[in-house]
């Protein structure tokens, strides 16, 4: 599984305390942007792409084929985060659950579902939600706000880092044959197609008003 360097993220750059770039959810187009700031060229980009999506980078020292001192300035100016883990539960049957926290503090969940022919991640798509449906305990929980492009995408790199599913070095980065994770659906915390930035607030009331009769 890899992430399209077309598709466009709507999140402005976001940065942590010191003040770094977080690279997560930022297109290849708008990496490259950024990067052109420091004079470094496209492909610079493009490689530093393929060590965070294709390799599972977690930090820029391991890039091997980046400069010394290209990988020195992209560890003072960029992040490539991941969330923290407050909690982790594993059941009988394989199934993992994990309460991710994250940069501000929020929490949502992420569950990894084996089967015999797949294996399926739920990831969150809100804090929250503004549907209450009944059998469902983040019904039960006010939105507090939208996940960011870049929360979501966390998620799964997060799975993929604890399933241990990135190439190791040696390792074609392109295979996805044999992987654990084969699935993602949007079943998490949240109403996947109410994540968008202006929910109206009568709009929202409705749904609520709507939700609770179902
Ligand atoms: S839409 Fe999903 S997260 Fe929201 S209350 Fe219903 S089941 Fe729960």
């Not at 809100?126 to 929980?141: D, I, R």
Request: charged letters at 20%; one cysteine or more.
């Amino acid at each position: 599984m890899s992430v399209s360097s077309h598709a466009s993220s709507f999140a402005a750059p976001r940065t942590d305390a010191a003040g770094r770039v977080a690279l997560i959810g930022l297109s290849l187009a708008e990496m490259q942007a950024t990067f052109a700031a420091h004079s470094l060229p496209g492909f610079r980009a493009k490689q530093v792409w393929h060590w965070i999506y294709h390799r599972g980078a977690r930090d820029f020292e391991s890039m091997a084929n980046l400069p010394k001192d290209m990988r020195a300035l992209l560890t003072e100016k960029y992040s490539i985060e991941r969330p923290s883990v407050v909690t982790e539960q594993k059941s009988s049957d394989g199934t993992i659950k994990w309460l991710l926290a994250m940069a501000d503090g929020q929490q949502i969940e992420a569950v990894f579902i084996p089967e015999a022919e797949r294996g399926t991640l739920c990831v969150s798509s809100q804090v929250g939600c503004t549907l209450t449906c009944k059998f469902c305990h983040t019904g039960t929980q006010p939105l507090v706000r939208n996940l960011g492009p870049h929360e979501i995408l966390q998620q799964i790199m997060h799975a993929r880092d604890m399933l241990g599913e990135w190439p190791k070095p040696g390792e074609k980065a392109v295979s996805g044959e044999g992987r654990d994770l084969t699935n993602i659906v949007m079943m998490g915390m949240g109403e996947p197609l109410y994540n968008y930035q202006n929910v109206a607030k009568d709009h929202a009331l409705h749904l609520r008003r709507r939700a609770a009769d179902c």
